[in-house]
Structures are given as C-alpha cells and as structure tokens.
C-alpha cells in the first residue's frame, strides 16, 4: 500500500511573493487568476506572503517563467490571450492547462517556436 505524501507548506519569503508579480502581470485581478489557474483564492494571498504548498510552488514558478518569456516577445495585452488561447504547437491546447498539467517544457518549447516563427 503506498503511503500518501503529507501536504507541508513551503515558506519562500522572497521567491513567492516576486513570482507572483511576474505571473499577476497575466490576470485582471487576483480572483481572475485564482480562477483561472484553478486553485483556491487564498493561495493567491498566501503567494504575496511567500508561502506556498509545493504543488502550488511548481505552477507557480512556472508561470513566472512562461510570462517572463512571454514578455520578451509579445505585448503586455497579448499575454493574457496567449495563455487562454488554443495553441497549433500544443495540439490546439490551452498554454495555461498544459502548465496546469505540469508540462512546462511543452509550453517553453511552444514559445520557442513561436518566437522562431515555426507555423504548426
């Protein structure tokens, strides 16, 4: 019988609270993101105090760097877009539930492509 990992919060006073800043930059409001990320609305306040549940620490910090990248290339109001937006490089999926997924390297790999100007 396997044993379940027990849930621990993750103090990141420094990390959390900066990631979330970079990620905020994609959503209208905090509720906005809980939403669309699908996670409770407190996971958001307890980001901007630097704490966090490592599941939430890996969306979290991959969101970061997908709208960190992001920026490079496309306008601060073509982000949000991008993200809720089906994508040919991600077999006509959602960026954002992709990275819900786990699958950070299958977006940056989308990007990248993107940024090359490869068509699917």
Sequence with gaps: MAKRRKTQRVQEPV????????????????????????????????????????????????????????TAFLEPESIPKWLRGFNAHLGHRQPLEVLRQGQLSEVIAAIEREKQGAFA
């Design 15 to 70: 990390a959390a609270p900066f990631r979330y800043r970079s990620a905020r930059r994609a959503f209208d409001s905090d509720a906005d993101m809980a939403d669309v990320l699908g996670v409770h609305r407190s996971n958001i306040t307890r980001w901007k105090q630097g704490e966090t549940s490592p599941e939430n620490a890996e969306l979290l910090v991959a969101l970061d760097v997908v709208v960190t990248l992001l």
